[in-house]
């Protein structure tokens, strides 16, 4: 599939990770649906950035643990350019949940915007993508491995990857679905040098990976194979045999 003219809708599209897929989408000519709930500044202010660069992207806004919020989302997408070409499923929460500190608050926060919110976007965008289309999930690493005081977190990205997995069964062969699991890349802004460095000794290629990564993977999941479903891509660093 070539990027260009495509519509592509990035949950969680305004900041970090998610506003890189979101520029560099753009950058390649896509018309670029970015969602956003809490970051609605950022994600403003992405769409701002991209229409001066001669860009074209939109904003929608919502809780993606409410099924109906999605559908509303999915739906203001499509009508935004007419059409919806892929989902990227990139929305995500990241609480430091020791075990045994764990409050169902954030259990339900954590399951419902990493897990829930990527399967109802998916359901409700699978209604409205072409043949040919394409589902690209963020898991993580930790969704194989995981680490401890996250453990809800990693659940939740164990279940992106089987969600990954399920959906490329159940949506083969028009639709493909395939999931990015990221190692260490941005991390927490609240993370000190230590634990920065603790993490760099602990990485076999010894570096944080760069939005630049996982751009690059997913612009492959788009338009450098058609031949791909059901896979994980793991950009770690080598952190999975470390």
Not at 4 to 15: A, H, Q
Not at 69 to 87: N, P
Not at 205 to 221: H, K, Q, T
Not at 227 to 242: E, H, N, P
Request: with cysteine.
């Amino acid at each position: 599939m070539k990027i260009k003219n495509r519509v592509v809708l990035v949950t969680g599209g305004g900041r970090r990770v998610g506003a890189a897929i979101s520029r560099a989408l753009a950058r390649r000519g896509a018309k670029v649906v970015i969602g956003a709930n809490e970051s609605r500044a950022e994600a403003e202010a992405q769409v701002a950035a991209i229409r001066r660069a001669g860009g074209d992207a939109q904003c929608v806004f919502g809780d993606l643990t409410k099924p109906a919020v999605c559908r509303r989302i999915v739906r203001q997408a499509h009508e935004a350019f007419g059409r919806l070409d892929v989902l990227v499923n990139n929305a995500a929460v990241f609480l430091k949940t020791p075990f045994g500190k764990v409050s169902e608050r954030a259990w339900d926060a954590t399951i419902g915007v990493n897990l829930k919110g990527s399967f109802f976007c998916a359901q409700d965008a699978a209604r409205f993508l072409p043949d040919g289309g394409k589902i690209i999930n963020i898991a993580d690493w930790s969704g194989i491995r995981p680490y401890v005081d996250y453990l809800p977190y990693c659940i939740s990205k164990s279940g992106v990857i089987a969600l990954t997995r399920g959906l490329a069964r159940t949506l083969a062969p028009r639709i493909a679905v395939n999931a990015i699991a990221p190692g260490p890349v941005l991390l927490p802004e609240d993370f000190d040098d230590e634990e920065k460095a603790t993490i760099i000794r602990r990485t076999p290629l010894a570096r944080i990976g760069r939005p630049d990564d996982i751009v690059n993977a997913v612009l492959f999941l788009i338009e450098g194979t058609d031949f791909m479903t059901g896979a994980t891509l793991v950009l770690d660093g080598g952190r999975l045999i470390a």
